[in-house]
Structure formats: C-alpha cells, structure tokens
C-alpha cells in the first residue's frame, strides 16, 4: 500500500495564479479530509468527504478555495485566484472507519 | 475558540525516561481521542487512540489515559528513546470516523 499519495510535494506560485493541489487516497477509505497548516493556526480542517460527497466544508476560508471528489481515488484543492496568506503544508488524510487517519506527506505551497 | 489544547508547546526528557504529554479540551460532545507523531516533512502518523468508554489504552511503550470528567487527556512513553523525539498531536471527534480537531501539537525531545 503507498499510502496516501499527494502532489506536487512543493508548489510556488505568484499571487493571482491558479493552484491545484492533488490527492489520492487509500483504497477502501470511504472518508478524505484537507487540512491546512500553519504556524499561526496550527492543523485546520478545510474540508471532509465522506463517499465522495462533501459533508462539511466549514473551514473552507474563502470562495476562492474550493475541492472536489469526482471517485473514490483522486481528489483536489483548488485555489483560485492565491493569494500570500495562503501559504502553507496543505495536508490530505484518508480513513475507513477506526483507527485515526492516514495522512499524506503534504504539499508546501508559497504564494509570493 | 480552541476546543484542543495542549500547553506544552515542548518537552525535552533523558532517554530511558518516561514522557508525559498532556491535553485539554473543551468540547463535551468529544468521545474518540488520538495522538499522532509528526516528524519534519513528514504528514502526522496515527500512534493511539482510545475511545470515551475507556480510561486507558496501551499499545507497546505507548499509554494513552483519559479522564472524562476533568477533559484531560495523556500520553505516556516509557522509556523514552530519542527516535520518539516529534512533535505530538492531540485529536479529538464526536465519532470515531467524523472530523477531528488537532491541538497545537507538543515538541518532544529525548536527549541520548
């Protein structure tokens, strides 16, 4: 098993661009979330999913954040237009049921 | 509002020693609580969980114990070795599969 597989591990961007962020989670993990870190508000829940349908996405901070799950493999976090303050490890995690999550090694985007 | 707390924003403890890491919480709806280690780079890695019907739970070196009255939680390593030295995450969730809501993590160093 690879585990939870995100990409690019490191994006720069400039402000106003357009950032896609990639997941692909475990096999048989019906629940992926999006985290953010940062050293001002630590680990955030941007979004949840559960069978491919967001179920939560009352961390999302603004409309230029959005994420989708079109299957069960593969999902996305879209930034759009980025912005400096959106700089951070921007984690993907899956699960099944018990037994915590599986995070991925997470992406560092720089908005500059 | 934060719901987990953990205080300590470090530890440090001689190899051998025992590592107490502790955190608080507010949110009485909690009843699933995990710890994760986090080394740099690296996504967090789910260590021990245990759930609001249980006051303690062991795996190995790893004690995790609960006190649902006072909402504080704990982690023990016993002994600790300096590859336990990482930041420390406390989780919490109203399920065992729903979201969970991390601390500001606690950094462990063991000293050889």
């Known amino acids: ?112 | 509002d934060q719901q987990v707390k953990q205080n300590s924003p470090s530890l440090s403890v001689q190899e051998g020693r025992i590592s107490i890491l502790n955190c608080d919480y507010t949110n009485s709806m909690f009843d699933y609580f995990l710890w994760y280690k986090k080394y740099p780079a690296e996504g967090p890695t789910f260590l021990i969980s245990i759930s609001s019907i249980k006051d303690k739970n062991e795996d190995g070196r790893f004690t995790v114990f609960l006190n649902k009255s006072a909402k504080h939680l704990s982690l023990h390593i016993v002994p600790s070795q300096p590859g336990d030295s990482a930041v420390y995450f406390c989780a919490a969730s109203e399920t065992n599969a729903g979201k969970s809501t991390f601390g500001d993590g606690t950094t462990l160093t063991v000293k050889p």
């Not at chain 1, 950032?19 to 993990?29: A, E, M, Q």
């Not at chain 1, 179920?55 to 959005?66: L, N, T, V, Y």
């Open chain 1, 1 to 112: 098993d690879a585990g939870v597989i995100q990409s690019p591990r490191h994006e720069v961007t400039e402000m106003g661009q357009e950032v896609t962020l990639r997941c692909k989670p475990i096999s048989g993990h019906n629940s992926l979330f999006w985290y953010r870190q940062t050293m001002m508000r630590g680990l955030e829940l941007l979004i949840y999913f559960n069978n491919n349908v967001p179920i939560d996405d009352s961390g999302m901070p603004e409309d230029r954040f959005s994420a989708k799950m079109p299957n069960a493999s593969f999902s996305t976090l879209k930034i759009q237009p980025s912005e400096p303050r959106d700089s951070a490890v921007y984690f993907c995690a899956s699960t099944r049921t018990e037994n915590g999550y599986t995070f991925g090694s997470g992406t560092r985007l720089t908005v500059v």
